[in-house]
């Protein structure tokens, strides 16, 4: 059964700082992999998403890196604002050839970015 | 182009009475998901549709939960009777997978029912 892990689960850094979240997964054998944010009492908005076959995506001041083999993922925050001030949720789809592609989440990272 | 849309945002119910959530996915989007997410943990799959076919429910608890797709467009949740344990939020994603190449099925999220069962 595929596990996700996210450190932290919480972080909090002054603004400015450039900071990475962790994720890592006990089944290699995934298709994508996805990062979203979550903001208190909202639904889910989607950062990036890493095929299997790609190494790292990037949006804006976001990078995320996947590294299959060793079942880890890492988001990359550049030049952090109160703004980023949210949970952050990585999930991975698994290598299902039935068509049950079911999201596995792990519980997240709380970010706080002071001011 | 219009979001994954859910009613009610909020809700609050006491045990073992009922209640039903709604979704309505994307317009195309073949496939639907329903997500039980409990505070502090992420969000957990209760069942998976194409269609208007039932693709994993394999972590549903369906002595009290049921859902439905008919038509293969919206969807309904419905817990009967509720337990304290069932407050959480419900999040509806949908995406195309089974429509379109798997490489570009990625899943889109609505804003999530809360509900608190007293």
């Known amino acids: 059964k595929q596990e996700v892990t996210q450190i932290p689960a919480a972080l909090s850094v002054p603004e400015g700082e450039n900071l990475v979240l962790n994720c890592s997964f006990t089944?290699?054998?995934?298709?994508?992999l996805q990062w979203f944010r979550q903001d208190p009492g909202k639904g889910l908005t989607s950062l990036l998403l890493i095929q299997s076959s790609q190494r790292e995506q990037t949006s804006g001041r976001l990078n995320a890196s996947l590294d299959k083999s060793s079942g880890r993922s890492t988001l990359y925050i550049a030049a952090s604002q109160p703004g980023d001030s949210a949970t952050y949720l990585c999930a991975v789809y698994p290598y299902s050839g039935g068509g049950a592609d079911g999201l596995t989440f792990g519980k997240g990272t709380h970010l706080i970015i002071q001011p | 182009e219009a979001g994954v849309a859910q009613s009610p945002r909020y809700k609050i119910i006491e045990k073992r009475q009922s209640v039903a959530f709604w979704c309505n996915p994307i317009?195309?989007?073949?496939?639907l998901y329903w997500y039980q997410q409990i505070l502090g943990q992420g969000p957990k799959l209760l069942i998976q549709f194409q269609n208007n076919g039932v693709v994993d429910d394999s972590q549903l608890p369906k002595d009290r939960f049921s859902a439905e797709r008919l038509k293969g467009v919206d969807s309904t949740l419905k817990i009967q009777p509720a337990k304290l344990e069932d407050s959480a939020v419900y999040l509806c994603?949908?995406?195309?997978?089974?429509?379109?190449?798997?490489?570009?099925?990625?899943?889109?999220f609505g804003q999530g029912t809360r509900l608190t069962v007293v």
């Open positions: 994603a949908s995406s195309p997978r089974g429509t379109a190449p798997r490489i570009l099925t990625e899943a889109f």
């Open positions: 317009s195309g989007h073949a496939t």
């Open positions: 089944d290699s054998a995934i298709y994508n």
